[in-house]
């Protein structure tokens, strides 16, 4: 059953604590997307990853860092620097070849205590 | 700087009433132009793009949406909505160059009412 898995799908943390949010895929996609989240401003970029061992910042990517160890892996870690980390975080992924359609996980919502 | 205005937060509409959900871009490049869906704490799935060709898009569920260059819009339309239509829609764009980014609208929730 190919697709994308977020885990866990419901996050709490208490302030100050560094969290990181899971993303699995096996589509064999080469390209992966960090989105956030937050009610009446759509999504927005947060990192994103072409191929393995390498990745960009997106629009918003301060308090976050990534990694990109595996084709099929691209991990979030929200960091104590990130001001505001409450909100809905989606990954997405893109397969190889034109332009097509990304594809998203089911989410992760992610609340500070 | 390419950007995408969803021009209605929210859109009440009765049961069996038809519906126009409005999207407008800003691009000063060519663009490829997408309408998602999102149920509630679920990720987002594609509901129909635009890549080229003609300019009249269709769902498999009946909606459709059309692009129009002159008037940067890529407007979702359908001739009528079911309660299960109740969702988020989301339009994107990306553009040749763009490494496949979407550049999101803030979204419109459509509520269908009985």
């Known amino acids: 059953d190919g697709g994308i898995t977020q885990s866990p799908k419901y996050l709490f943390r208490k302030e100050g604590q560094n969290v990181t949010l899971s993303c699995e895929q096996n589509?064999?996609?080469?390209?992966m997307y960090w989105y956030r989240q937050d009610p009446g401003q759509g999504l927005r970029l947060i990192y994103y990853?072409?191929?393995?061992?390498?990745?960009q910042k997106g629009d918003i990517a301060e308090g976050y860092s990534v990694s990109r160890e595996k084709k099929e892996s691209f991990p979030l870690t929200v960091t104590s620097a990130q001001k505001n980390p409450t909100a809905f975080y989606l990954c997405?992924?893109?397969?190889?070849?034109?332009?097509?359609?990304?594809?998203f996980g089911p989410g992760t919502r992610l609340t500070v205590l | 700087a390419q950007s995408v205005t969803q021009l209605d937060s929210q859109v009440p509409v009765f049961e069996e009433a038809p519906v126009e959900l409005r999207c407008n871009y800003s691009s000063s490049v060519s663009v490829y132009l997408f309408w998602y869906v999102q149920y509630p704490n679920q990720g987002l799935q594609l509901l129909l793009k635009?890549?080229?060709?003609?300019?009249l898009v269709e769902s498999i569920n009946g909606f459709e949406a059309e692009f129009n260059k002159s008037q940067t819009s890529f407007h979702l339309r359908k001739p009528s909505v079911h309660i299960s239509d109740t969702a988020e829609y989301f339009c994107a764009v990306t553009f040749s160059g763009g490494y496949n980014k979407l550049i999101f609208g803030a979204g419109t929730r459509l509520a269908v009412h009985p």
């Open positions: 997405a992924t893109f397969g190889p070849g034109g332009v097509n359609e990304q594809f």
């Open positions: 990853s072409q191929i393995v061992n390498d990745f």
């Open positions: 635009y890549l080229s060709g003609s300019t």
């Open positions: 589509l064999n996609h080469d390209a």
